[in-house]
């Protein structure tokens, strides 16, 4: 597997939302981006040792089950990490979806895009063509594409549209 990458990020703290196919973006992205606080879901933080590792490390845990409780939560720990100076990721659509599946963005992100107040960027993966979720990885060339940043305070409709189709861009 190589890496390609498109486009430019900020060098600046930003809000990043990441198309999610495989597993390897949520790797790989931690070396590009210089290693942002992620927001993962519950039950992967609840994985011994590797979960353990994961909230020492500052990933900002969430729990799909728990609604309100849940957001206000992940918001209060996403701004704790802005304060220190560092990006924040999610995967907006809220789980692995395959090569040219395009869900509706999880409620999470409109709700981090208001309130961090982060220049955002949208970001482009087609990991699943190469490391699809099951069967074996395959030789090729993964791409993230950075796309426009996404300025804050736009309307909420604005911002998702703006996000969700510059994260489908490659599909």
Known sequence: ??????????????????KHQAMFET????????????????ELADIPAWGWAARRYGAIVVDREASAKAMRNMMR?????????????IFPEGTRVSPGEHPPLKPGFAGLYRALKM???????????????KGPKLPGVITFRFGEVVPPGLPREEAEQRVHAAMNALD
Do not use: N
């Not at 931690?30 to 879901?41: E, N, S, T, W």
């Not at 220049?119 to 979720?133: F, H, Q, Y």
């Open 27 to 42: 790797l790989e992205l931690q070396r590009l981006l210089d290693g942002p606080a992620i927001v993962l879901k519950r």
């Open 119 to 133: 220049p955002t960027v949208p970001i482009a993966c087609d990991s699943g063509l190469v490391w699809p979720r």
């Open 1 to 18: 597997m190589h890496i390609r990458v498109e486009g430019t990020r900020p060098t600046e703290p930003a809000f990043y939302a990441c």
């Open 77 to 89: 720990e996403a701004t704790a990490a802005k304060a220190t100076g560092r990006s924040i990721l």
